[in-house]
C-alpha cells in the first residue's frame, strides 16, 4: 500500500516538523486548521492549508482515495484529538490514522478511539523526533515512520577499550556518520539510567563502556560497528 497523498490536521510544533519535511515526499500534504489564523500561518509558510471544525460531516474527505492517503491526527490539544480520531474512524472507516500523544494514557485512548498507529510525544520521543529531523536522510526516515512497516533498526553498540571514538565529543561522532545513520543518544557508562541525546549533548565525551543508540538500515550499522567497537 503505497502513501501518496497526507493529510494533517492541526499545525502545532510537533505537526509542523512532520508538514515540513514530508512535504517534498509526497504528491500532496495539505493541512487542516481549527482557526483562520493556524490556516493562514501554514499557507504563509508556503502549505496547502484549510479551515476544519471538529463538528464537520466527513464525507467532505470522501474525495481522498483511502488506500493511498495517510491521515495524521495532530491537534495540540489531547481530549480534541481524541474526538478527531474518533470522528475520522466513524466518517472514513477505511481510512489510515497515525495520531499524536503526548502521554501514555492518551496513547492508550487514541488506539481505542481507532488509530492504526500512535507516536508518542513524550518528551524523550520528542528529543528523538527533532534529532531525526535535523539529518539529511529525514525524508527516507519520515517516510518509513509513517507507514506500517519498516526496514529501520534501532540498536545499541558499547564502546570497547581502544575503540577510536573514545575521547571524542557525541556532537562530532553524530555530524560525522549523519549521512549514513542517526547517532540518537548515548547511555552514560558512569550513569547507566542516563540517556544523553545528540540534540542537547554537545559536550559529552564518550568512554569506555558507553551506549550509543544509533538507528539506520542493516549495512550502515554493521559498517558503524565494525568501525568503531
Known sequence: MKTLDVVVFGYAEFAKEIV???NEAYRSVKVYALDEETVSEAVKEGFEAELFDLD???????????????FICALEDDAENVYLTIGLRDGLQDARLIALASTQEHASKLHLAGANKVISKLQATADIIIEVLE???????????LQEET????????????????????HSV?????????ILAVVDATMQTS???????????LEVGDILVVIGYDEAIESFRGRVQ
Do not use: C
Not at 464537520?56 to 495517510?70: K, P, R, V
Not at 539529511?136 to 518509513?144: C, D, F, G, L, N
Not at 526496514?151 to 557525541?170: D, M, N, R
Not at 540517556?195 to 565525551?205: D, E, L, N, W
Open 151 to 170: 526496514a529501520l533498526k534501532t540498536v545499541q553498540i558499547t564502546l570497547e577499550e581502544g575503540s577510536p571514538l573514545i575521547g571524542e565529543s557525541l
Open 195 to 205: 540517556f544523553v541525546f545528540t540534540s542537547k549533548g554537545y559536550r559529552h565525551r
Open 20 to 22: 515540513d519535511q514530508v
Open 174 to 182: 553524530s555530524i560525522k556518520e549523519e549521512r549514513e545513520l542517526i
Open 135 to 145: 539529518k539529511p536522510i529525514v525524508t527516507h526516515i519520515m517516510q518509513e515512520i
Open 56 to 70: 464537520d460531516n466527513w464525507e467532505a474527505f470522501e474525495h481522498y482515495n483511502m488506500q493511498e492517503t495517510l
